[in-house]
């Protein structure tokens, strides 16, 4: 027996391989489908069975692919309704994978179709849950992201959700070990651990959504308070993995086309085509192509590729760090962005080395930050709203990048100091805003992060009676 967490750190995803006797399951597969069919091969199984816990809204699945090229059959528990062939699993239906059994326990709430998964042994022992956005460590999902329905609420949704975790999963064995669908860092929840798995008996004790003492109305309010609007691509993810996709094996073919500098240029040029640099926050501020947009494969890069391109059809040209251009291809595929035309063939030094003009952005350190006047230079936070209450620069106005394209107008028509947590963030926005002719910017090494906690320049959060 073998069960695997395949774990991707920039979508904040946890996907599952589990085999037994030659007979493979996979839950929540990634777009592109070799992690899974390398595994078989090795294992000498056969992929028999893919579970979809519900609709994914943050990234796409890989389960149109997976099965039609191992045959394998599409499992969704019930009130899935995608369009293409799939077994609709009713709650409480077994599924046998060499001597494991698989139970779907049909939990709504996050999304009306959300299930999770009961991988028990031969004798019936309760092993491992597959919890999808029901259940995350210290959380769970979000029921804003469902579907539009004139007759759902978020806050139906909430209510439904309490019920599914106290009639489904309560009674479950403590000991089972919990695998979430996401972790710390994903927009599919609000308060998530960076742990990957637990047991259901730590998350009885410790996470708010098991409370005793916590009503239904009381978990409803706690659960949609402070909820941020999700990304614009989410929906447009879910469409994806209701109607289809194009094929993998094609997309990452189209995307890997090198382009010879006068053929980027062309395409450069078309105002239906943009740029996206991929290289490391250092490099693009050192020296980039005028008009690029920057998301470096260095951080979270898909989910926020999704949340400053609002159009997943967008066409793209590519500039990455050499040897980096198929990684790229394949993580904009994870979220819907498959309409990449090429790459620059040689990277930013043949740009370079024909002598084209690039651009730049200033930059300073922390040691010169604190040294300057802070009360009469502007500062732009980039940060999200939590980040910015726990503890912020003084005066700094907060802006916040998840939301650029709404409060871009708000920033000042003079010289301005632009920071987030660490440099990565910062680096999007000043390339967003040099796109939209804002150019007196001046982003901070290192971000919030590298400023001394004992540092007059910062104000920190004192919660109230001492709390």
């Given at each position: ?98 001597a494991l059994t698989i139970t779907v326990i049909h939990t709504p709430g996050h999304t009306m179709e959300s299930s ?352």
């Amino acid at each position: 027996m073998k069960i695997e967490q395949i774990y991707t750190k920039c979508l904040a995803q946890g996907s599952y391989y589990i085999e037994s006797e030659g007979e493979v399951a996979v839950i929540d597969p990634l777009r592109e489908t070799f992690p899974y069919i390398d595994r078989a091969k090795s294992d000498g199984a056969t992929i028999k069975y893919i579970f979809e816990t519900h609709f994914h809204a943050d990234f796409v699945s890989g389960h149109l692919d997976l099965s039609k090229s191992t045959g394998s059959k599409i499992v969704f528990g019930p009130e899935a309704n995608p369009s293409f062939a799939f077994h609709s699993a009713v709650d409480g239906e077994v599924f046998k994978i060499g001597a494991l059994t698989i139970t779907v326990i049909h939990t709504p709430g996050h999304t009306m179709e959300s299930s999770c998964y009961l991988l028990k042994d031969s004798k019936g022992k309760q092993l491992a849950l597959f919890t999808g956005d029901t259940l995350f460590i210290g959380d769970v999902g979000r029921p804003d992201l469902a579907q539009k329905s004139a007759d759902m609420t978020k806050e139906d949704l909430a209510g439904i959700l309490f019920d599914s975790l106290r009639t489904k999963l309560l009674p479950l064995d403590d000991e089972l070990i919990v695998y979430p669908g996401h972790g710390a860092g994903s927009a599919c929840g609000k308060n998530m651990s960076k742990e990957t798995f637990s047991t259901l008996g730590e998350q009885k004790k410790n996470n708010y959504a098991f409370d005793s003492k916590l009503t239904k109305s009381n978990f409803v309010s706690q659960l949609i308070d402070g909820l941020l609007p999700p990304p614009g691509y989410f929906g447009l993810n879910v469409a994806l993995n209701k109607s289809g996709y194009d094929n993998i094996d094609e997309v990452i073919t189209r995307g890997l086309t090198p382009l010879n500098l006068d053929t980027f240029k062309s395409f450069a040029a078309d105002k239906q085509v943009l740029i996206l640099d991929t290289r490391s926050v250092r490099d693009f501020a050192e020296g980039h192509i005028q008009g690029s947009l920057f998301v470096g494969l260095e951080g979270q890069f898909a989910p926020w590729v999704g949340a400053v391109i609002p159009d997943i059809n967008q066409k793209l040209v590519l500039v990455t760090p050499v040897g980096k251009e198929e990684e790229t291809v394949i993580r904009l595929s994870r979220v819907g962005y498959d309409q990449v035309i090429g790459y620059l063939d040689g990277g930013i030094q043949e740009w370079l080395i024909n002598n084209e003009n690039i651009e730049s952005v200033n930059r300073i350190n922390v040691t010169d930050l604190l040294n300057l006047d802070i009360s009469s230079t502007k500062i732009i936070d980039v940060r999200k709203p939590g980040e910015y209450e726990a503890s912020h620069i003084n005066d700094a106005l907060l802006l916040p990048l998840d939301f650029i394209k709404d409060n871009i107008n708000e920033y000042p028509n003079t010289p301005f100091i632009l920071h987030c947590a660490g440099g990565y963030r910062s680096m999007i926005a000043a390339s967003i805003l040099k796109r939209n002719g804002i150019h007196d910017i001046t982003d901070v090494i290192g971000g919030f992060n590298a400023i001394p906690e004992n540092a007059e320049i910062t104000s920190t959060f004192v919660c109230p009676n001492g709390g």
